[in-house]
């Protein structure tokens, strides 16, 4: 992959303004990107570098087969999507938690009750969970979104989702009744270009770790 270009993969977003926000400071140009435009692929030419606007999930996928070198996106859909790449730098920003959520009345119930259904958007971190780490057999439920409602309806009686500030939680009546992992956006590279362009990914890696790391101070 000898290219011209290195190709970053952003997650659309959040994570991608928080990304470009990095890369506008390490003097990219980028700003574009955080326009209303429906472009999903950007230059900056004096760099050689591309920018690609791709859905959270597709990040790991581009990575791993080489489309692009680089990815920028949360661990949640690293663990969920479990390619075969290289998880390189946690840039610490995105940062909130995968938990099991519910009822506080599911709280005594979750380590003793079989076949239990549980609703997630990240089918693969709910599996690994309950039934790889804590042996417990569970039907596992796939959903796409407002997870929170499966415990209200009945479709459920517990979640695997994301929490950020709890707000989601709180205002549909559930609590968290363990914590999976703690979770951040991760830069991933692709394991031919960590090779093929290793002087350029290790400059960009150190670039932006000592960015995030002014940016947190
Ligand atoms: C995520 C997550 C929770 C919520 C957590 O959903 O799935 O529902 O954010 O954030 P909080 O703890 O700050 O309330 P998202 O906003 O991506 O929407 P979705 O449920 O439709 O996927």
Known sequence: MAEKYLTIALAKGRLAELSVEIFMKLGYDCAEMLTKTRKLIFTDEAREVR??????????????????????????????????????????????????????????????????????????????????????????????????????TGLSEVIVDIVESGKTLEENGLTVLEEVCPLSARLIVNRVSAKMESARIKSLVSEIRKTVEEMSE
């Open 51 to 152: 920018f690609l606007l791709v859905k959270a999930g597709d990040v790991p996928t581009y990575v791993e087969y080489g489309a692009a070198d680089v990815g920028i996106v949360g661990r949640d859909t690293i663990l969920e999507e479990g390619r075969n790449l290289y998880e390189m730098l946690d840039l610490g920003f995105g940062k909130c938690r995968m938990c099991v959520c519910g009822s506080e009345e599911m709280r005594e119930k979750l380590s003793s009750t079989s076949g239990l259904r549980v609703a997630s958007k990240y089918p693969e971190i709910a599996r690994d969970y309950f039934i790889s780490k804590k042996n417990i057999n569970v039907e596992i439920i796939k959903l796409n979104g407002s997870v929170e409602l499966a415990p209200i």
